[in-house]
């Protein structure tokens, strides 16, 4: 099993940055690609952004691509979402997640392993 644990959310103004931060633990060799994905009130999850462990290759959904990067630190087992010139679009639960297959995808059901979220709130 692998936990993953999301922090970093808060409320901030559009225009401001946020960095999101997914730590894990236990059986973190499985894991290949981690992801990020977000869930906005009465919408359903979509993607975010992943990266493949393996070759270090990244993937954005279009929506943030620019202004969001995906990073990750080996030495404390953390993914980071850096969030730049944050909308009111951009408000969502924002989810970490961990797939134990090679390469970085934005399909959910790829994913084995998620966190309980973090939640982003971007005032206009």
């Known amino acids: 099993q692998v936990q993953l644990v999301e922090s970093g959310g808060g409320l901030v103004q559009a225009g401001g940055s946020l960095r999101l931060s997914c730590a894990a633990s236990?059986?973190?060799?499985?894991?290949?690609?981690m992801g990020w994905f977000r869930q906005a009130p009465g919408k359903e999850r979509e993607f975010v952004a992943a990266e493949s462990w393996s070759s270090g290759s990244t993937f954005y959904a279009d929506s943030v691509k620019g202004r969001f990067t995906i990073s990750r630190d080996n030495a404390k087992n953390t993914v980071y979402l850096q969030m730049n010139s944050l909308k009111p679009d951009d408000t969502a639960l924002y989810f970490c997640a961990a797939k134990r297959t090679y390469g970085s995808s934005f399909l959910e059901s790829e994913y084995a392993y998620w966190g309980q979220g973090t939640q982003v709130v971007v005032s206009s």
């Open positions: 236990g059986r973190i060799f499985s894991i290949r690609a």
